[in-house]
């Protein structure tokens, strides 16, 4: 029983890290904008599939993947400066049906530039499971578990060391007076696109050795990563790997000891259940009027 629960813990945080990754990014474009992107989940899939075509090019791993994630990072930019900035004084809803926009029209392109086929990428350890406590672990779990706290612990740094991050957090807690101190709340939107986008492709190419990838392997990624930025507070960075992790932990758990058919509904349950019983997530929302 105790390697029983080992073996969900382990699953659980896999997944919930990587959900984690997709959470930040819909926390640092709603501070940014006070809209949700809902294209998020297509920086996943630019991700994987990037470093999928690299690999079978004959690119070495080491360097498909960050050639991959910054694949995304340019994708998302030019999302940012194409459709978002003409937009920019639009109503928030506007913005949001935009964004829906954007995710239909990557996926259609994404069938076009590469098939409907899921794709595997190589794991960068090899695929012997390793036994711990009695529990089986695949090597890429803890590439993951590794690459993603590495992620948090850089936004961390960049955003209480750097000057940008400062200004980034300063737009997102009032961006009329981040304004009037002279910070380009414009630039902070263009450059949270792209952080947005470089940490759902880290999410998709660390997450395509296990759960493979294809066109709309962003769709349901992108929903559990919002549905964990919900749990954790919107806008909250905290609360989106506190949110990520929980969602990831009840998921695997809920599998194992429940049935494995409810897996994917049960990020649909933690949207309802947020939105009826704590609107403001587990660490609180952040709550204003957009300028």
């Known amino acids: 029983m105790h390697s ?72 998302g930019l030019v999302l940012e400066k194409v459709a978002i900035e003409p937009a920019r004084k639009a109503d928030t809803v506007t913005l949001i049906i935009i964004t829906i926009g954007a995710a239909l029209l990557l996926r259609g392109l994404a069938q076009i530039v590469w098939d409907k086929r899921v794709h595997a990428l190589p794991a960068f350890s090899g695929d012997q499971p390793l036994q711990l406590w009695g529990a089986t672990i695949l090597p890429q779990s803890l590439w993951v578990l590794g690459g993603a706290g590495l992620a948090f612990a850089g936004l961390s740094w960049f955003f209480g060391r750097t000057l940008f991050g400062k200004a980034m957090l300063a737009t997102s807690y009032n961006p009329l007076a981040a304004q009037l101190v002279g910070i380009s709340t414009r630039r902070v939107l263009f450059v949270s696109f792209g952080l947005a986008a470089a940490l759902g492709a880290l999410a998709g190419v660390l997450t395509a050795p296990i759960t493979f990838t294809s066109y709309d392997s962003g769709i349901m990624l992108g929903l559990k990563g919002f549905a964990a930025a919900m749990l954790g507070g919107l806008g909250s960075f905290g609360g989106a790997v506190l949110g990520g992790l929980l969602l990831g932990l009840a998921e695997s758990l809920g599998a194992g000891f429940i049935s494995s058919a409810y897996k994917d509904a049960i990020a649909f349950v933690v949207i309802l259940a947020v939105l009826f019983f704590m609107p403001g997530g587990l660490r609180g929302a952040r709550r204003s009027d957009r300028v």
């Open 4 to 75: 029983q629960w080992l073996q969900y813990l382990a699953g659980g945080l896999t997944a919930g890290a990587i959900y984690a990754l997709v959470a930040l990014g819909f926390s640092i474009i709603f501070n940014a904008s006070r809209a949700i992107n809902f294209a998020q989940g297509e920086f996943v899939m630019i991700g994987g599939m990037c470093a999928v075509t690299l690999v079978n090019a004959g690119t070495p791993l080491a360097l498909a993947l960050p050639l991959a994630v910054l694949a995304a990072v340019i994708v």
